[in-house]
């Protein structure tokens, strides 16, 4: 008996479309087998073994991948504010601390008092219902703070705090002891203060973050360096936090790592500006914007008289944090 063998001659290009036929139905296949396994908006990639795709030499392959699934857009207004029309402005805690327990080892902060004065002037004149403390001792401060938050804010615009003092560690100090920056902010998150949900809550910290000086660095363009007469000290310490929540305000005399300074007579670089700032455009100026003005105008200062001649010279730019989800403005009150 004969044999009979038949050839079929078979164009190349059928192979390879049967070949990617053959790898989407399998990868169809996969899908339909495990469909608890999909996580919208996973990307999906093509393998074999050893997790790599098999190659053809000379054809290049073209796979679709998807990034994400389409959910519709949501549309946001840029310009949209904070509502601000309540029957108060709001309150302002402003923690003043200029002497401390000797077994700290910290240092008086001479001209923190002007600070204070100036801080309760700027904001009664936005408005706001201004409570100053000095010296407070540590279960003072959590008294206060407490009080605060388990008040009913209904009524109320929004809230700010003001630490005037030396800090350690995202900690900062009361008379006898360091309090936990993370710690006061948690009480005003919505679940532990619902009147304030949805509402801006600024923290302002006047302290050191940090043991380095900022060295001047000359521009392109000229740069005005304000001299003072009186001298000029440091906050010690590192302050660095974040709250968790939306809404909040995190505002910095000065970036993580360096100095802040302090004048013994007209009080700290960083609330001189910002006072003066807010007594010229407080109640026009959106506030990021604001603050942004005050880190130029701090940045133009220098260190003229200090006890310590390295620090002659020297620079000091404060920086902010802000998770608040709208612009928000201090404009008068409707009478």
Known sequence: MKRVVIFLLVH?????????????????????????????????TDSTAGGRSPAIS??????????????????????EEYKMDHKKRGHVLIFNQEHFFWRLGMHPRNGTNADRHNLVKRFEELDFEVKAYDNLKLEEVWTKISEMAEEDHTDSDC????????????????????????????LFKG???????????????????????????????????????????????????LPSGADFLMCYSVAEGYYSHRETVNGSWYIQ???????????????????????????????????????????????????????????????
């Open 12 to 44: 190349p290009t059928f192979l390879l479309r049967d070949y990617y036929s053959c790898r989407c139905e399998g990868k169809q296949e996969v899908k339909m087998a495990s469909p608890s396994k999909e996580t919208p908006g996973s990307v999906e």
């Open 58 to 79: 000379g054809v290049t392959q073209n796979v679709t991948e998807t990034d994400a699934i389409y959910r519709g857009s949501i549309h946001l207004d840029p310009d």
């Open 159 to 186: 809230f700010v705090c003001i630490f005037l003092s030396h800090g350690e560690n995202d900690h900062v100090f009361a008379y006898d002891g360091k309090i936990s920056i993370q710690d006061i902010t948690a």
């Open 191 to 241: 679940n532990k203060c619902p009147s304030l949900a949805g509402k801006p809550k600024i923290f302002i910290l006047q302290a050191c973050r940090g043991d380095k000086h900022d060295d001047p660095v000359t521009p392109m363009d000229v740069v005005d360096h304000d001299t003072k007469t009186n001298e000029v000290e440091v906050d010690a310490g590192v302050i660095y936090t």
């Open 273 to 335: 500006d910002l006072c003066e700032v807010l007594k010229e455009h407080g109640q026009a100026l959106e506030f990021t914007e604001l603050l942004t003005l005050v880190n130029r105008k701090v940045s133009r200062r220098s260190v003229g008289r200090c006890n310590d001649p390295s620090a002659i010279g020297k620079k000091q730019v404060p920086c902010f944090a802000s998770m608040l989800t709208k612009k928000l403005y201090f404009r008068p009150k409707s009478t």
